[in-house]
């Protein structure tokens, strides 16, 4: 079984930064896909970023060149490190893994964290 556990979030100023931390455990991690989500207060969950087995990337359009993913070696901790923060990043953000095979960045996942929020002030 996967465990997930965010840290990291917080409030920040307009332009500011955070990294987000995703500590995760289980079998075989080398296995899984990793991803980042967010979901606002009256919205839907959003895909913001992920990275694939083979350390290839992905980003919704409206955080690229400012967000990036990352992974530690051994697969131990996931990385979200934000800059450049807008008032519109502001939400409760999401760690998640995915199972695969594959070496692609997935959209679909399997497992989630408890989450951890981002507060923007503009």
């Known amino acids: 079984q996967v465990q997930l556990v965010e840290s990291g979030g917080g409030q920040v100023q307009a332009g500011g930064s955070l990294r987000l931390s995703c500590a995760f455990s289980?079998?075989?991690?080398?296995?899984?896909?990793m991803g980042w989500f967010r979901q606002a207060p009256g919205t839907e969950r959003e895909f913001v970023a992920g990275?694939?087995?083979?350390?290839?990337?992905a980003y919704v359009d409206s955080v690229k060149g400012r967000f990036t993913i990352s992974r530690e070696n051994g697969w131990n901790t996931i990385y979200l490190q934000m800059d450049s923060l807008k008032p519109e990043d502001t939400a409760l953000y999401f760690c998640?893994?995915?199972?695969?095979?594959?070496?692609?960045?997935?959209?679909?996942?399997?497992?989630w964290g408890q989450g951890t929020q981002v507060t923007v002030s503009s």
């Open positions: 998640a893994a995915k199972y695969t095979t594959f070496y692609d960045v997935p959209r679909d996942f399997d497992y």
């Open positions: 289980g079998r075989a991690l080398s296995s899984y896909a």
């Open positions: 990275i694939s087995r083979s350390a290839d990337t």
